[in-house]
């Protein structure tokens, strides 16, 4: 059965028109975007199921001979569509700075050490209910040139499929209580409260690990709904 | 539409940053790359076909750390999600330092549109930047396919605009499609 897309949740996303975000003012279209209806080149997309991953993508913490500086954190969640049901077998990269905030990019100048045991990228397939789960180590912010004194708050970009062209997404999990969020223009372009607190990541004492590392929860959601209409409410 | 108890929001986009090459585009950092410009290996059957072009911003300066991915059908119009006989349908390139790409794949065939309407041969075009903070998405066209005239698609844009989505066959046989993200000459993207 196949998915349907409807748009009504699109508003979530932010404006590419965003001015505070100094990036943007050349690379934002100008002219209005196109209505465009969803045809069999939208509704179909890649699918990368565990080919796509090798052993050890998802501990970024031993992908080299010593172990990371930093502190050690476990990121898991779900991924679901807005219906809430599972999105299994998708594929999940993510990438970021190293606890001292900076990342292994040849074009990254700040001057913070890099670590010779981080790399910062990984990769991880969801299960059948659409779970996943990385180790890494938490990235630390790190300055940017937006504005006078501008910081980032500490995030993880991650990328996802999903069932369909449609349902492809970039973004970044934040971490809670971050005192840098007011002053983020990136994190601020998504105007809606409730949107943008859904960027955050939850701690999950159930899920840190004894002497080992700190859980943080992201669940994710996207786009597409069950094509039939659901009789019960069903809860899982 | 009625509202669902379980409904649930949409996660944001939020933009994919300058850095995400040695993740997503790892080539020139010894990684894995989950795909790249050569879309289909010699073992696919259709034409053989190059796409090249740049991605300019509202100033005409180029682009040069742009993510661009691709999706398509194969020769005969099917899509094929989970890749057959060495084709996904599925590339992605990082712009050079000039805002440059390029794409060697195979030419689409044409495929169901709405309403009983056929589709012109196209590829499904993703763009993501630093100060792109939503996917910029477009398509690709071919200028020597004679369905475009008729394709429901290209007839949503207005007359004017229609030649941004494009790619002109050089004397070379290489397909040029440039990327133009604000003003003079903006490619046209669509909401979907």
Partial sequence: ?236 | MTERKDDLGLTPSQTIGPFFAYALTPRAYGGVELANEQVATEAVAGERISIRGHVYDGDGVPVGDAMIEIWQADADGRFHAQGNAGFTGFGRAETTAEGGYHFDTIRPGALPGPNGAQQAPHLTVSLFARGVLTRLATRIYFSDETGNETDPVLALVPAERRGTLIAKRGTDGVFRFDIRLQGEGETVFFDM
């Fill in chain 1, 1 to 236: 059965m196949s998915p349907i897309y409807p748009r009504d949740g699109l508003n979530a996303h932010p404006l590419n028109a965003s001015p505070e975000y100094k990036s943007t003012l050349k690379r934002a279209p100008s002219q209005p975007l196109i209505l465009l209806p969803h045809t069999l080149s939208e509704t179909s997309g890649p699918v990368f199921g565990h080919v796509a991953v090798q052993a050890g993508d998802s501990d970024l913490t031993r992908q080299h001979e010593g172990e990371p500086l930093g502190e050690r954190i476990i990121v898991f969640g779900r991924v679901l569509d807005e219906d809430g049901r599972p999105v299994p077998h998708t594929l999940i990269e993510i990438w970021q700075a190293n606890a001292a905030g900076r990342y292994v990019h040849v074009r990254d100048q700040h001057p913070a050490p890099l670590d010779p045991n981080f790399t910062g990228a990984g990769r991880v397939v969801t299960d059948a209910e659409g779970r996943y789960r990385f180790t890494t180590v938490k990235p630390g912010a790190y300055p940017w040139r937006n504005h006078h004194n501008a910081w980032r708050p500490a995030h993880i970009h991650f990328s996802l499929f999903g069932p369909s062209f449609l349902s492809r997404v970039i973004t970044q999990m934040y971490f809670p209580g971050d005192p840098l969020f007011p002053f983020d223009p990136i994190f601020q372009t998504v105007t809606d409260e409730k949107a943008r607190n859904r960027l955050i990541s939850r701690f999950d004492l159930a899920t840190t690990e004894p002497e080992w590392a700190l859980g943080y929860q992201f669940d994710i959601v996207l786009r597409g709904r069950n094509a039939t209409p659901i009789e019960e409410p069903h809860d899982d």
